[in-house]
């Protein structure tokens, strides 16, 4: 069975800091993945998603990640944050692009110190 | 405009009772979904149809009945609700195999 271990619940960050939020996955086959996003309130946005090739990924608000299958990790980066990035982070995994349905994990809750 | 959209977006009601929830997507896509969103923010698949047909079916108690009448619509229809069902519920769709998934703003549902 797929799973997906986001270890950190919460992490505080100071505003210009530099962020890694760790994932870990377990998945059978090639695995596609996904780091969303979700303000207070809000929905899930997608920051950015690895299905093959490059396994550096860019995506939205200049947060980037990296696939490691060694590791089997999909770490979220960002170099410098911003008080705007204080949300919950969501790592998820699934066959081809989600539509047979992602696996979310827990979570990691980000909080920016001024 | 919204992409995907659900209504409403706070519901709030007693238990026993029969409540329904109403998405919608704009995007064309074929995948629609519903997800659950427990106090500790753990999201879980609870349904999917792909083309008006039932593809996920986690298992969800049977008092939660999701209907499909296009492919532009998925709405989740729970009957005589318990406390445990507060939560947000959350509305996504996809379109082919390697799109990701576009989710609504979410019902956060209270029961009282």
């Known amino acids: 069975a797929q799973s997906v271990t986001q270890p950190d619940i919460h992490i505080t960050v100071s505003e210009g800091a530099s962020l890694e939020l760790r994932c870990n996955y377990s998945y059978g086959a090639t695995p596609y993945l996904f780091w969303y996003v979700q303000s207070p309130g809000q929905g899930l946005q997608l920051l950015l998603k690895y299905f093959s090739g490059d396994t550096l990924v860019q995506g939205i608000k200049g947060f980037e990640a990296e696939f490691k299958r060694s590791q089997s990790s999909f770490n979220l980066r960002k170099p410098s944050v911003h008080w705007s990035d204080a949300a919950e982070y969501f790592c998820a995994v699934g066959a081809r692009g989600g539509a047979d349905g992602l696996t979310f994990g827990k979570g990691t809750h980000l909080i920016i110190q001024p | 405009d919204t992409a995907v959209s659900q209504t409403p977006k706070y519901l709030v009601t007693q238990m026993g009772n029969d409540k329904s929830i109403k998405c919608e997507q704009n995007l064309g896509h074929d995948t629609m979904y519903w997800y659950k969103q427990d106090s500790k923010k753990f999201l879980k698949i609870m349904f999917s149809y792909n083309n008006k047909e039932l593809i996920i079916n986690e298992t969800v108690p049977n008092r939660f009945s999701p209907k499909s009448p296009d492919k532009a619509h998925l709405n989740l229809h729970i009957n005589s609700l318990e406390l445990g069902d507060s939560a947000v519920y959350f509305c996504?769709?996809?379109?082919?195999?390697?799109?990701?998934?576009?989710f609504g703003n979410g019902t956060r549902l209270t029961v009282t």
């Open positions: 996504a769709s996809s379109g082919d195999g390697n799109s990701p998934l576009h």
